[in-house]
């Protein structure tokens, strides 16, 4: 039975890693003068410098309204659950299915944390159900992610890694029909041979 929880706990410690997103360091470098005439309307939307010189930089100058980078949303919501379906042999040791499910709303950051993503985004975690006490594992107060975004509908997803300073691809989500972005994992918790059941990992993001 110990061994059970040790495959379950150790599997949903990989799964939460999702979950338990933090922040690493980042900076943005100074503004400096380019010596370069102003040009008639902002030139680069991504630049963070005032190419026109009408002390309104990047996005927040109407002349770039319409580039894809001023597009990317300034908050959404999120919401991450884990999911445990015990299989039957493990529900005669007393194993039962549970949940862990927890919303957010992540804001962007003004320095993202993600140095190889175009954006990161950073928000508290309430709980909305956890059943699951045989997880002993503490569970996060937050969470962060950084983003690549592809397309309008397509985006890559980041997350900090436990044991270093390095960002790991979470995974890739299309826009669906119902406006949300969707990544779904799967995994069998497996002990020695043992079929103890499924841990599903479900991240929803909506702008």
Same mark, same amino acid.
């Given at each position: 039975?110990?061994?059970?929880?040790? /495959?379950? %706990?150790?599997?949903?410690? /990989?799964?939460?890693?999702?979950?338990?997103?933090?922040?690493?360091? !980042?900076? *943005? /470098?100074?503004?400096? &003068?380019?010596?370069? $005439?102003? *040009?008639?309307?902002?030139?680069? %939307?991504?630049?963070?410098?005032?190419?026109?010189?009408? !002390?309104?930089? &990047?996005?927040?100058?109407?002349?770039?309204?319409?580039?894809?980078?001023?597009?990317?949303?300034?908050? @959404?919501?999120?919401?991450?659950?884990?999911? @445990?379906?015990?299989?039957?042999?493990?529900?005669?040791?007393?194993? +039962? +299915?549970?949940?862990?499910?927890?919303?957010? *709303?992540?804001?962007? $950051? $003004?320095?993202?944390? %993600?140095?190889?993503?175009?954006?990161?985004?950073? !928000?508290?975690?309430?709980?909305?159900?956890?059943?699951?006490?045989?997880?002993?594992?503490?569970?996060?107060?937050? *969470?962060?992610?950084?983003?690549? @975004?592809?397309?309008?509908?397509?985006?890559?997803?980041?997350?900090?890694?436990? &044991?270093?300073?390095?960002?790991?691809? =979470?995974?890739?989500?299309?826009? /669906?029909?119902?406006?949300?972005?969707?990544?779904?994992?799967?995994?069998? =918790? $497996? =002990?020695?041979?043992?079929?103890?059941?499924?841990?599903?990992?479900?991240?929803? @993001?909506?702008?």
């Amino acid at each position: 039975m110990e061994g059970i929880l040790r /495959a379950l %706990c150790k599997s949903f410690a /990989a799964s939460a890693v999702m979950l338990n997103l933090l922040s690493c360091g !980042g900076s *943005v /470098a100074p503004e400096e &003068d380019s010596g370069l $005439d102003p *040009v008639s309307a902002e030139a680069i %939307c991504n630049d963070q410098i005032d190419n026109d010189q009408d !002390g309104q930089t &990047d996005c927040e100058d109407s002349d770039c309204a319409s580039a894809f980078e001023c597009t990317w949303p300034d908050e @959404f919501q999120h919401t991450a659950g884990v999911y @445990f379906d015990a299989s039957s042999a493990a529900e005669l040791l007393g194993y +039962d +299915d549970c949940e862990i499910v927890a919303d957010a *709303v992540l804001k962007s $950051d $003004d320095i993202s944390a %993600c140095t190889i993503c175009d954006r990161s985004y950073s !928000g508290a975690l309430t709980y909305s159900s956890d059943d699951c006490d045989m997880i002993e594992d503490d569970r996060p107060g937050s *969470v962060t992610y950084g983003l690549i @975004f592809l397309s309008e509908t397509e985006r890559v997803y980041y997350g900090a890694e436990t &044991d270093g300073p390095g960002w790991a691809e =979470v995974g890739r989500a299309t826009l /669906a029909p119902d406006g949300a972005y969707t990544i779904t994992t799967e995994e069998n =918790v $497996d =002990v020695e041979g043992f079929d103890a059941g499924d841990l599903t990992v479900e991240l929803i @993001f909506r702008d």
